[in-house]
T-cell receptor, first 115, second 111 residues
Framework: DAGVIQSPRHEVTEMGQEVTLRCKPISGHNSLFWYRQTMMRGLELLIY????????DSGMPEDRFSAKMPNASFSTLKIQPSEPRDSAVYFC?????????????FGSGTRLTVV | GESVGLHLPTLSVQEGDNSIINCAYS??????FIWYKQESGKGPQFIID?????DKRQGQRVTVLLNKTVKHLSLQIAATQPGDSAVYFC??????????FGTGTRLTVIP
């Protein structure tokens, strides 16, 4: 398996533009997580899905952020409009199952820079 | 709320020495614990995990110790190598399959 695949690896955009980050989880994993990593705040959980259904989106910073999982093999995180403070590395992770006790596999991340 | 902290933000060790990275957590209901390693430009990589019904687990060159009484977790790396240089995160899970990550300790191995 190729692991969790994220695209793009790097994204530079201007303030106000829409940004879409993409993730392909490991086949067979039914939980998917979006994290944001910054120096100041570390790794923060934004949202997670179980069987394509959003379970907890309490970490989503504000309405400018939205996430979807239309099927078991694809998820997107969208920021519209983007702001400089959104600059961070965004990670997607997937897990075999809910219920605890399964480690997460992370993708390589998308480094977002909003200028 | 949940919090997971680390005692030291940075740790430098001589190549060949043993490393110990510590982590404190706040939620006594946490029942699953994981250590991750993150190298520059990469996502966190699973190292080793332990469930709350255990107090020690060993892997290849790594050992995780869990002290539930004081809510403390440690990662021991034996014979530290330059390739071990990275940021190490502890993470805790409390049933709902939602990991909380600590702030990370940067381990630097001195050749």
């Amino acid at each position: 398996d190729a692991g969790v695949i994220q695209s793009p690896r790097h994204e530079v955009t201007e303030m106000g533009q829409e940004v879409t980050l993409r993730c392909k989880p490991i086949s067979g994993h039914n939980s998917l997580f979006w994290y944001r990593q910054t120096m100041m705040r570390g790794l923060e959980l934004l949202i997670y899905f179980n069987n394509n259904v959003p379970i907890d989106d309490s970490g989503m910073p504000e309405d400018r952020f939205s996430a979807k999982m239309p099927n078991a093999s694809f998820s997107t995180l969208k920021i519209q409009p983007s702001e400089p403070r959104d600059s961070a590395v965004y990670f997607c992770a997937s897990s075999l199952s809910t219920g605890g006790g399964y480690g997460y596999t992370f993708g390589s991340g998308t480094r977002l820079t909003v200028v | 709320g949940e919090s997971v902290g680390l005692h030291l933000p940075t740790l430098s060790v001589q190549e060949g020495d043993n490393s110990i990275i510590n982590c404190a957590y706040s939620n006594s209901a946490s029942d699953y614990f994981i250590w991750y390693k993150q190298e520059s430009g990469k996502g966190p990589q699973f190292i080793i995990d332990i469930r709350s019904n255990m107090d020690k687990r060993q892997g290849q060159r790594v050992t995780v110790l869990l002290n539930k009484t004081v809510k403390h977790l440690s990662l021991q790396i034996a014979a530290t190598q330059p390739g071990d240089s990275a940021v190490y995160f502890c993470a805790t899970e409390t049933g709902a399959n939602n990991l909380f990550f600590g702030t990370g300790t940067r381990l630097t191995v001195i050749p």
